[in-house]
């Protein structure tokens, strides 16, 4: 049987990182996958984790199962995170996942096996896993536009012209915030206008959020979703812990659907069969993390602070390196990397430029332009300008 088995394309942008893992020039630099590193160069381990994790030690005296659905506590506590205290529990259902990737992949097969008609629309571009999974599942993916001819701002109209063409039984994903790969994002006043468009044509809506946190601040993150939610009868969001408790692999992820309340116990039974039927139990361990933190006034607290700190960082980086190349370059036309936010930011730039960046310089980013900020440190931003000059972006 194996030898009708057809070559798999590796993964764009985790081959990049184990090309930069062997790589053996001391001053390469790391600006593909999506992880956070501080100054020293190391994704940590967050305070408020490390607490809990010793806590956890202490307090646990079995591993036997837990729910198919995850523990209640923790889908309460990041179900309320995410969507806040207006709305109405009894329109929620919810299960942990493995990671946000697997609520996404709850999230497509889903829909494609209620609607199997229906299109699923994703913003042009998207993360390419997105389109991975779609294509596994056999999803018809239409593209929608979302980046302007610049290739660094917003194409409002883009957005709407073609979501205009949504029909009922097709589903639309959006980025809830950070969008990954171009850090360009709606505000709310976009994102307003969005709904009241998705609603009129009927649409399924699925938000991705993987970066709550990352962008403006917790609330300010979670305003579109919220936003979505109010508007919109039905929604799926599948979220991730990776990034916003550092716990990337320990799998942690949160799949909320949001209906009537009339429909909330068939979704939550559909959550939970697409559990039981891919993988049965959901991961415990970063879950339990996740609502240890959340459950304690002074380790959220911390956790909240240490957040805040990562991503000012971030925006710090940002602001330097727009200010860098805004000096080396004589004009302004880097500006958009400080307006960007979330990890991401797609450079304008062709593949060779990019080669010759990871070729001439031991710079690593995507091969469509993203590069992760969170990857810069006050040393780099200044390598990285120059770079960037050097091979002519
Ligand atoms: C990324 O986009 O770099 C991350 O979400 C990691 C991944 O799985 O691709």
Same mark, same amino acid.
């Given at each position: 049987?194996?030898?009708?088995?057809?070559?798999?394309?590796?993964?764009?942008?985790?081959?990049?990182?184990?090309?930069?893992?062997?790589?053996?020039?001391?001053?390469?630099?790391?600006?593909?996958?999506?992880?956070?590193?501080?100054?020293?160069?190391?994704?940590?381990?967050?305070?408020?984790?490390?607490?809990?994790?010793?806590?956890?030690?202490?307090?646990?005296?079995?591993?036997?199962?837990?729910?198919?659905?995850?523990?209640?506590?923790?889908?309460?506590?990041?179900?309320?995170?995410? !969507?806040?205290? =207006?709305?109405?529990?009894? %329109? /929620?259902? @919810?299960? &942990?996942?493995?990671?946000?990737?697997? #609520?996404?992949?709850?999230?497509?097969?889903?829909?494609?096996?209620?609607?199997?008609?229906?299109?699923?629309?994703?913003?042009?571009?998207?993360?390419?896993?997105?389109?991975?999974?779609?294509?596994?599942?056999?999803?018809?993916?239409?593209?929608?536009?979302?980046?302007?001819?610049?290739?660094?701002?917003?194409?409002?109209?883009?957005?709407?012209?073609?979501?205009?063409?949504?029909?009922?039984?097709?589903?639309?994903?959006?980025?809830?915030?950070?969008?990954?790969?171009?850090?360009?994002?709606?505000?709310?006043?976009?994102?307003?206008?969005?709904?009241?468009?998705?609603?009129?044509?009927?649409?399924?809506?699925?938000?991705?959020?993987?970066?709550?946190?990352?962008?403006?601040? !917790?609330?300010? =993150?979670?305003?579109?979703? %919220? /936003?979505? @939610?109010? &508007?919109?009868?039905?929604?799926?969001? #599948?979220?991730?812990?990776?990034?916003?408790?550092?716990?990337?692999?320990?799998?942690?992820?949160?799949?909320?659907?949001?209906?009537?309340?009339?429909?909330?116990?068939?979704?939550?039974?559909?959550?939970?069969?697409?559990?039981?039927?891919?993988?049965?139990?959901?991961?415990?361990?970063?879950?339990?993390?996740?609502?240890?933190?959340?459950?304690?006034?002074?380790?959220?607290?911390?956790?909240?602070?240490?957040?805040?700190?990562?991503?000012?960082?971030?925006?710090?980086?940002?602001?330097?390196?727009?200010?860098?190349?805004?000096?080396?370059?004589?004009?302004?036309?880097?500006?958009?990397?400080?307006?960007?936010?979330?990890?991401?930011?797609?450079?304008?730039?062709?593949?060779?430029?990019?080669?010759?960046?990871?070729?001439?310089?031991?710079?690593?980013?995507?091969?469509?332009?993203?590069?992760?900020?969170?990857?810069?440190?006050?040393?780099?931003?200044?390598?990285?300008?120059?770079?960037?000059?050097?091979?002519?972006?």
């Amino acid at each position: 049987m194996f030898q009708d088995l057809k070559p798999q394309a590796p993964d764009t942008i985790l081959s990049l990182l184990a090309q930069y893992r062997a790589d053996e020039r001391p001053g390469k630099i790391d600006l593909g996958v999506g992880v956070y590193k501080d100054a020293s160069g190391q994704t940590p381990i967050l305070r408020a984790v490390r607490a809990a994790e010793a806590r956890m030690l202490g307090a646990e005296v079995t591993k036997t199962y837990t729910s198919l659905a995850g523990e209640p506590a923790f889908t309460k506590a990041l179900s309320a995170m995410i !969507l806040g205290p =207006d709305i109405d529990p009894a %329109r /929620l259902s @919810a299960v &942990a996942t493995t990671g946000g990737t697997g #609520a996404l992949r709850q999230a497509f097969e889903l829909v494609t096996r209620t609607s199997p008609e229906g299109a699923v629309w994703v913003s042009n571009p998207t993360w390419p896993n997105h389109l991975t999974i779609l294509a596994h599942l056999g999803a018809q993916v239409r593209p929608y536009r979302y980046v302007d001819a610049d290739g660094t701002g917003f194409d409002r109209a883009g957005m709407l012209a073609d979501l205009g063409a949504v029909r009922p039984g097709d589903t639309v994903l959006l980025h809830g915030c950070c969008h990954n790969p171009t850090g360009i994002n709606p505000t709310l006043a976009d994102w307003a206008d969005i709904a009241a468009l998705l609603r009129e044509r009927g649409a399924m809506v699925i938000v991705d959020l993987a970066y709550q946190g990352f962008g403006d601040g !917790l609330e300010d =993150d979670a305003a579109a979703t %919220r /936003l979505l @939610a109010a &508007a919109l009868p039905e929604l799926l969001i #599948a979220a991730s812990c990776s990034k916003n408790f550092g716990i990337y692999r320990e799998r942690t992820g949160l799949l909320i659907g949001v209906s009537a309340p009339a429909l909330a116990a068939v979704t939550q039974a559909n959550l939970v069969y697409l559990n039981r039927s891919s993988h049965s139990f959901p991961p415990d361990h970063g879950a339990r993390i996740v609502s240890t933190i959340l459950g304690d006034a002074d380790l959220a607290a911390d956790w909240r602070a240490e957040l805040d700190q990562i991503r000012t960082t971030m925006l710090s980086l940002r602001e330097a390196l727009a200010a860098e190349l805004r000096q080396i370059a004589g004009s302004d036309r880097f500006a958009y990397l400080a307006q960007h936010r979330g990890m991401f930011s797609r450079l304008p730039a062709t593949p060779g430029q990019i080669e010759a960046l990871r070729r001439d310089h031991g710079i690593y980013i995507v091969s469509d332009g993203r590069m992760n900020v969170a990857g810069l440190n006050a040393a780099t931003v200044p390598i990285l300008a120059r770079a960037m000059i050097a091979v002519g972006i």
